[in-house]
């Protein structure tokens, strides 16, 4: 059970140190460094047990590394890491943010580790904030990684300090995103036994690789793009026209000679990438398709040259023999790749585990228009030539065109200005791109399209996602392989930030700093490259949300007010009372007197303050969580009155508006 341990030191706690004592720059009197309640949870799951866990740690002093007893001590929720504060004069250096990394063995006792602190402009610290593995600092004051999920920074630290920290142990680390010097030179050993993969297996696994029926598609058009295709077409007859489901997907790019067409479907492969490409681990064609396929094949021709195929057979892979028997006439047919380019044929494809359902069509053409709504999403910027150093991209699924859909694409999205992030890595620096953009808000549409605004509402909100798609964007040269969330930013999704995008651009020498796993699917933002897009997106979620307050309805009057009893209980929220008793005599005939425009109810949940809901009919109602027990009983005390509820949730809206709402629930989380 060893841990990496990570925090940006507060001005509170820099006393620890005497140095910063001596600076005159100490605001407080506090003798240690705050230690969150969850990350200790983690790291010693027996700590509810105790008020003190015992540490034994190396650290750095004026005279080399010396050993020392700690010991963490219950703070109420969080803990305290008390036992030393250093004298020595090398920590003259600290302030606020400066980085504070501690490796600890908690599986004996007492724990064992070591901890060090790096100036906040310091390579090591710049390199361990710039990995992915840190994102979870983006909302929280520390974290805890087992070494096995932060390899990186495990040897930054260990290269950086190897007198303090233990050189990585191979057995101990998760190596697919890492690169480590080559081991030296030994004399050859006795050959062992040798156990490879079984074929039937192998596959099977290898294709739970995290993709679905659309994301494997534009997997393989990765391929195609990287070989410079300008026109790709997808050919998905029905199931029922005479050889099962199958696909194919052809490409007017390069091609293969017989020897790349080995090598690209070699589990394996030693696949080169360039800077400009679109694969990442030579997995893709593989793993996308046999996640939708028991056997494909890929024909290929380089310009003057002669057709070659090759192919897997889950069914005929004994000692991996490769398929190359020949194609059936109507596979000629349907793979011919034409004077240069390649063709990946599906046979025998997966059915869907739940059939696609849109409104009017079959769930095979439900399928199909799914494939074309997420293609002109992913490959918006290549069909619209906008891809640096492409030609602009075609591509057909059943001779229809795929047309692109990009998150600014209306004329009436408003783009914020466009931000140049640098971010460090091992090699060097990259630059990362953000652009926040605003979307059109319904009003804005129905005034633009006329009586098509509906159509247009449908496709910028991605037929019903907008909501789920505000956030951001991220780019890898030019493909879009993640989209929707905040990621760590903000908890939630809200509905009056539903018009909010941030477009993020990174560079391919981003990737294992970014955690892009084997589907290009999953991305790690470093926390600190989240806490300076956090402002940058602000922008355009508050914009978002000035755009919602304009154009939210206002219920009719109804011609009867809803009447409101008395609490049953102090604190308690009031209910409508019961309807007329039959029989009882008719009051005077009064005006009419609207319903209280917002009704508030209490909800059990931590994951927000308050939250303002608008439903189709146009009611409003305020829901207020668990967060906050002063706003708990404050809603209680104005619920009975209709001014009051409305006043209340126009000053909520005007925190919202000034973000406050996250402060709060951070505070609670904190406490």
């Known amino acids: 059970m060893k841990f990496l341990i990570l925090r940006q030191l507060q001005h509170s706690e820099l006393g620890m140190f005497h140095a910063y004592r001596r600076s005159g720059r100490e605001g407080s009197r506090q003798r240690a460094i705050n230690f969150d309640g969850e990350v200790v949870d983690r790291v010693f799951p027996v700590a ?17 590394p010396l050993a020392l007893n700690y010991f963490l001590k219950r703070q109420g929720k969080n ?29 004996v006792q007492p724990a064992v580790g070591a901890w060090v602190v790096f100036p906040r402009d310091d390579p090591t610290a710049l390199a361990i904030l710039a990995d992915g593995a840190t994102s979870g600092l983006a909302r929280a004051s520390m974290i805890a990684l087992e070494v096995y999920e932060a390899p990186r920074i495990h040897k930054f630290l ?10 990585p142990s191979l057995q101990d680390l998760d190596m697919t995103n890492t ?9 050859p050993k006795p050959a062992g ?3 490879p993969p079984g074929p039937t297996r192998l596959p099977t696994m290898l294709s739970a690789s995290g993709h679905n029926f659309v994301s494997a598609v534009a997997d393989i058009i990765d391929n195609a793009i990287s070989a410079d295709a300008t026109e790709i077409q997808i050919t998905f007859d029905p199931p029922n026209s005479g ?3 199958w696909m194919t997907i052809r490409d007017n790019g390069r091609g293969m000679s017989s020897e790349q067409l080995e090598e690209a479907i070699r589990i394996g492969g030693e696949a080169d990438y360039d800077g400009r490409s679109l694969g990442k681990y030579g997995f893709g064609l593989k793993g996308a398709s046999w996640s939708q396929a028991r056997n494909f094949k890929v024909v290929t021709r380089q310009k003057g040259g002669e057709v070659h195929h090759l192919g897997w057979d889950q069914d005929t892979m004994v000692d991996w023999q490769v398929d190359e028997r020949p194609l059936e006439d109507w596979e000629v047919r349907a793979t011919d790749p034409g004077e240069h380019g390649t063709v990946v044929l599906w046979k025998n ?14 769930p095979h053409v439900a399928e199909i228009q799914e494939l074309n709504r997420h293609l002109g999403l992913v490959f918006h910027r290549f069909l619209d030539g906008d891809a640096k150093g492409r030609a602009p991209l075609k591509i057909w699924i059943n001779n229809i065109p795929v047309e692109s859909n990009g998150p600014a694409g209306h004329p009436l999205s408003e783009r914020h200005d466009l931000k140049t992030l640098k971010v460090e890595h091992e090699g060097g620096s990259a630059e990362v791109k953000v652009q926040p953009i605003v979307l059109p808000s319904e009003d804005e549409l129905r005034k633009h399209h006329g009586g098509g605004w509906q159509a247009a509402t449908d496709r910028i909100g991605y037929w019903g996602r907008r909501n789920d798609t505000q956030g951001l964007f991220l780019y890898r040269n030019d493909r879009l392989i993640r989209w929707g969330g905040w990621h760590d930013l903000w908890a939630t999704n809200d509905e009056k930030t539903k018009l909010a995008r941030v477009l993020v651009d990174f560079d391919p020498a981003l990737d294992e700093a970014f955690q892009i796993n084997i589907s290009k699917q999953t991305v790690r933002l470093p926390g600190y490259l989240q806490s300076r897009i956090k402002p940058l997106a602000d922008t355009v979620r508050k914009a978002s949300q000035a755009k919602y307050r304009k154009s939210r309805p206002t219920p009719p009057p109804r011609a009867l007010p809803l009447q409101v009893g008395p609490a049953s209980e102090p604190g308690a929220f009031s209910e409508p009372s019961g309807p007329a008793v039959p029989g009882a005599s008719t009051p005077p005939p009064q005006p009419p007197a609207p319903t209280p425009p917002i009704t508030v109810r209490k909800v059990t949940t931590g994951k ?4 303002i809901a608008t439903d189709l009919r146009g009611s409003r109602s305020l829901q207020i969580g668990d967060v906050s027990p002063a706003l708990v009983e404050l809603a209680s005390a104005l619920g009975t009155s209709d001014v009051g509820t409305e006043a209340l949730a126009a000053f909520l809206e005007e925190l919202d508006r000034l973000d406050l709402q996250q402060m709060l629930i951070d505070d609670a989380a904190d406490a």
Request: with cysteine; aromatic share 10%.
């Open 48 to 64: 509810e047990d105790t008020d003190r866990i015992a540490l034994n740690l190396r650290y750095d002093t004026d005279e080399g």
């Open 608 to 611: 927000f303050a308050w939250r």
């Open 243 to 245: 050889n099962g489901r």
């Open 179 to 187: 690169t480590f010097p080559p081991e030296p030179v030994e004399s």
């Open 349 to 362: 494809m997966k059915a869907p585990t739940t059939a696609p359902s849109i409104k009017g069509v079959s």
């Open 193 to 195: 036994r040798r156990l």
């Open 158 to 167: 260990t290269q950086a300090r190897p007198d303090l920290f233990n050189a």
């Open 79 to 107: 803990w305290r890491l008390e036992g030393n504060c250093p004298e020595d004069q090398l920590y003259h250096f600290v302030e606020p943010d400066c980085l504070f990394a501690m490796e600890v063995d908690a599986g």
